[in-house]
């Protein structure tokens, strides 16, 4: 089974040291960059994750709860179906990598993914598609993600096995029915996501999107293979507009010679 990550929402602080911890492992040295004061921190392409808070009223208590957001590594991810060149793809651990060799810039996978996780470089003179990968880097010689090993409360909780997590959610949410809403946002959303949560609260007033069970991909495969068709189609037309300028012109240079000529 794919490796997973569980964050438990009633822990979490907010302190923003899981994006202090993710910048430091893609940019070494960015410390200076980002400090505990610059929490919550934006999504960038030196630090794939942020934190997301939100004020909310639930069962009689206000709360502020946070929350911590990035790709959420679906185990079918749309956002790999929908590239065409392969340069997003599901690793057989869990983590779902991108090779910027491999990209030429088409943005659909910031178009398939349902969680608008992709983000691109619109400010670089060579611009690239960023997301996390997990620290597949740091997985492969048997280390946690950073912002796993980063956080000081243990609401990210990190397991080799994805069914292992859930179980240790559900166990929580049956020990304290009353501290949890019954749900474990990425068991069954879009097939599965080896990010997974619970919460105090329903994850709808967190801003995590509601979606079905189904994963998306055969709707991208349909999309992205609708493509050629499209452009062909499109080509169609602009070659009837460019026909009937050209027949226009010619008609009336034709009219023009021979008003000439009477």
């Given at each position: ?17 899981c ?15 980002l400090?505990?004061?610059s ?5 960038t ?37 929908a590239c ?62 950073a ?5 000081p ?16 959610a559900?166990?929580r ?8 809403v ?46 050629p ?34």
């Amino acid at each position: 089974m794919p490796i997973a990550v569980l964050h438990d929402a009633t822990k979490c602080l907010g302190c923003g040291q899981c994006a202090q911890a993710c910048a430091e492992a893609h940019n070494p040295g960015s410390s200076d960059f980002l400090g505990v004061k610059s929490s919550p921190v934006p999504l960038t392409p030196t630090t794939w994750t942020r934190v997301r808070y939100r004020d909310v009223d639930y069962n009689g208590k206000s709360l502020r709860v946070a929350s911590k957001i990035q790709c959420m590594h679906c185990l079918e991810p749309a956002c790999a179906t929908a590239c065409p060149v392969g340069a997003l793809q599901k690793t057989d651990a869990g983590p779902v990598i991108y090779d910027q060799s491999k990209c030429f810039g088409c943005r659909y996978c910031i178009v398939a993914c349902p969680f608008g996780i992709p983000a691109y470089e619109w400010g670089s003179p060579v611009p690239w598609v960023r997301k996390c990968d997990l620290c597949a880097d740091r997985l492969a010689v048997g280390l946690k993600p950073a912002c796993v090993e980063a956080c000081p409360t243990g609401a990210l909780t990190f397991g080799e096995d994805r069914e292992d997590l859930l179980l240790e959610a559900g166990l929580r949410i049956a020990h304290e029915p009353d501290r949890y809403v019954h749900h474990i946002y990425g068991e069954k959303e879009l097939g599965g996501t080896s990010w997974l949560y619970i919460s105090p609260v329903p994850f709808e007033m967190l801003g995590f999107p509601t979606l079905g069970k189904g994963p998306v991909t055969t709707n991208v495969e349909r999309a992205v293979g609708a493509v050629p068709p499209a452009l062909l189609g499109v080509a169609a037309v602009m070659s009837g507009v460019y026909w009937v300028f050209k027949r226009k012109e010619r008609l009336a240079g034709e009219a023009a010679e021979e008003r000439k000529t009477t």
